[in-house]
């Protein structure tokens, strides 16, 4: 997890809205927080992602960014299919919701799930980051 000055080596984007990737890995390139992004726009293809390099450490993020509300894999069925995964997944790639979902039920829901270690409201920001980063390192 630990890259040499940086800390954060590979992070991943998970959201089916394009420009919302678009600003979060901005953000992520500016501060120079994580050397590699990924950037998944279905909950399905970064779920096929970690099956893919599941037994390769280098390859799984250290950090998923996850949205909640996407069309057929929500940030609540990935949740529920991340815990299938074998524990080189799941203790190596922490889960941070990023989403503009103000439902407090779903917030409450999903923060309360064992692999979700924060919930950041859109967009990403330099300050989000910054709280990441020592919670994380």
Known sequence: MINGSNGIDRVMLVDDNDTDNFISRRIIEITSFAEHIEVKNSGKAALDYLEEHKNNLDKLPDLIFLD???????????????????????????????????????????????YVIKFITKPLTENALSEIKMITI
Request: glycine share 2%.
């Open 68 to 114: 909640i509300n996407m069309p057929i894999v929500d940030g609540f069925v990935f949740l529920y299919e991340f815990e299938k995964f074998n524990s080189l997944v799941k203790n190596k790639c922490k889960v941070i919701i990023l989403s503009s979902s103000d439902n407090k039920r779903d917030i409450d829901k999903i923060v309360n799930n064992d």
